[in-house]
C-alpha cells in the first residue's frame, strides 16, 4: 500500500499535483501542495502510513483533540497540532494496530482547515484495508 497512491487518489480532480515522498520518511509518508489562488491560501496535505502505531499514540496536542470516526472507522481530530493556527490532523484507525495520518495546512483559518481535512479523510478512508 503506497501512501502517495493513496493521497493521489483521494485528491483526484481537485487541482493537486503529484504526490511526492517525504524526505524524511519516504517508505510511509507523502505530501502535495496546491499553490495559493488569488485570495485563496495555499493548501499543504500529507498522508503516513504507521504501521504498529496505535491511532491514539502521540497525539501532540491532546487538549485540542476529539474522538469520532470518519465513515464509521474510529479517528481523532486534532485541531492546531503545533499550537499553529490553519492546521488540523485526523488520525484513522488501521486494524489490528496501525494508523493513516492526514495532516492539512492552509493559511490561518483552523475551522476551514480542519473542514478541509475531514473532507479528504473521508476520501482517504476507504482507500485504507479495512478493519
Given amino acids: 500500500m503506497s ?25 510511509q509518508g507523502c ?18 502510513l504507521n504501521p504498529g502505531r496505535g491511532y491514539k499514540e502521540n497525539v501532540g496536542n491532546p487538549n485540542q483533540a476529539s474522538e469520532g470516526n470518519v465513515n464509521g472507522r474510529p479517528a481523532v481530530l486534532e485541531r492546531e497540532p503545533e499550537n499553529s493556527p490553519g492546521q488540523c490532523d485526523v488520525w484513522l484507525e488501521v486494524k489490528p494496530n496501525s494508523r493513516a495520518f492526514v495532516l492539512l495546512a492552509s493559511g490561518s483559518d483552523t475551522a476551514r482547515a480542519c473542514q478541509m481535512v475531514q473532507e479528504i479523510a473521508a476520501k482517504v478512508e476507504p482507500l485504507l484495508p479495512k478493519n
Fill in 3 to 27: 501512501s502517495c497512491a493513496i493521497l493521489d487518489q483521494a485528491l483526484v480532480g481537485q487541482g493537486y499535483p503529484k504526490a511526492e515522498p517525504l524526505v524524511a520518511n519516504p517508505k
Fill in 31 to 48: 505530501r502535495t501542495t496546491k499553490p495559493a489562488s488569488g485570495d485563496t491560501p495555499g493548501v499543504d496535505v500529507g498522508l503516513s
